[in-house]
């Protein structure tokens, strides 16, 4: 199929772009990456009257660190993460874990993280790392700017609390500490699908305590969850020797976290291949192995930090 027509434009600056998105006469839709947009459109499953084009807004472009933060512009790409020395530590790692599983390396190379905040696919990898974290959403209207909480911002499976007239001009995500580890797995039936489930963690020890964890659910319910239930079990226990391999026995704090997750945190939608029951499993299997997997990264980059020092 063909869109249908519509009008377009390509402001130069934020200003510009508010400004075009504020006539909501017209069904507007900006433009970043259009590796969702397009297909939508051609499908005419979303027919703008006018798409607004941010891609030549210099101010939107590039990513920072400051103030224990990663500032990501609205125009900086998936690809931008695939080495994990592009982000700093554990940060870095989890970023580079995740987009590997974002469709093939032309998508990547277009497609936007801010954009995935914009589309709110409940199985965007992006997405379900920033409610775990406690990501910030930035966005400019014709009000001025807000700020939300990406656990405030993602309400419904392609629905969220930015206003037809408001542009996302950035996503804030936490840097994180070296005592930090961290990891990302995905289940999928093949490599160009969309997830069935998938799992980002992170893991804090101070004296062998587990102070902080994070656990970021995709696909897994009708918008990205924060397995604050699981979580809960952990924070505050004794980490233990680690076992060897990628499995836990039935009775470590892990696997418990994983069962938890999957009972009490997941709401999973069925799918044609892959019912709710068969994705709680999934869930609680990788809740188990990420965190598994982040207390080895951190337990790996506490040796290398060591032998730094000798
Ligand atoms: C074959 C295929 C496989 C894919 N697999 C995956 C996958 O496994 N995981 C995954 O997460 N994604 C996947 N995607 C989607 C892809 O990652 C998109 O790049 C992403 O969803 C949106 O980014 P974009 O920059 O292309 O946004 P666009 O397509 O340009 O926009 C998407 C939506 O967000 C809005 N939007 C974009 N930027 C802003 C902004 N700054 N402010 C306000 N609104 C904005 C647009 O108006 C539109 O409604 C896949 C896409 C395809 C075609």
Excluded at 117 to 139: I, K, M, N, Q, R
Excluded at 169 to 198: I, K, M, N, W, Y
């Amino acid at each position: 199929m063909k869109p249908a027509a519509f009008d377009y434009t390509v402001p130069r600056t934020v200003a510009e772009a508010v400004e075009a998105l504020g006539d909501t006469e017209r069904r507007a839709q900006v433009i970043a990456g259009g590796q969702s947009l397009i297909l939508e459109m051609h499908l005419q499953r979303i027919r703008p009257e006018l798409v607004v084009d941010i891609n030549r807004i210099p101010e939107l472009d590039g990513m920072s660190a400051e103030g224990g933060e990663l500032r990501v512009g609205a125009l900086v790409r998936h690809a931008a993460f695939e080495s994990p020395d592009a982000v700093p530590g554990p940060l870095g790692t989890l970023l580079a874990q995740a987009v590997v599983n974002i469709a093939h390396p032309p998508i990547r190379s277009r497609g936007t993280m801010v954009g995935s905040y914009g589309w709110a696919h409940p199985a965007s990898e992006w997405c379900a790392v920033g409610v775990a974290l406690d990501a910030t959403v930035e966005l400019t209207g014709p009000d001025g700017d807000r700020s939300v909480a990406a656990g405030d911002y993602f309400l419904g499976p392609f629905r969220t609390a930015r206003l037809p007239q408001e542009l996302i001009t950035a996503v804030r995500l936490p840097l994180l500490g070296e005592d930090t580890g961290a990891s990302f797995v995905e289940h999928r039936r093949t490599h160009f699908c969309f997830a069935q489930v998938a799992v980002g963690t992170t893991l804090t020890v101070d004296d062998g305590v587990i102070s902080d964890v994070r656990i970021g659910l995709v696909n897994s319910a009708d918008r990205p969850v924060r397995a604050r239930a699981a979580e809960d079990v952990l924070r505050g226990t004794e980490l233990g020797p680690l076992p060897a391999g990628h499995r836990v026995h039935d009775d470590h704090p892990f696997a418990r976290a994983g069962r938890v997750a999957a009972g009490q945190d997941a709401a999973p939608l069925p799918e044609p291949f892959a019912d709710a029951d068969y994705k709680r499993h999934i869930v609680s299997v990788l809740v188990a192995r990420t965190l598994l997997e982040a207390a080895n990264d951190r337990r790996a980059r506490l040796a290398v930090r060591e032998g730094d020092h000798r």
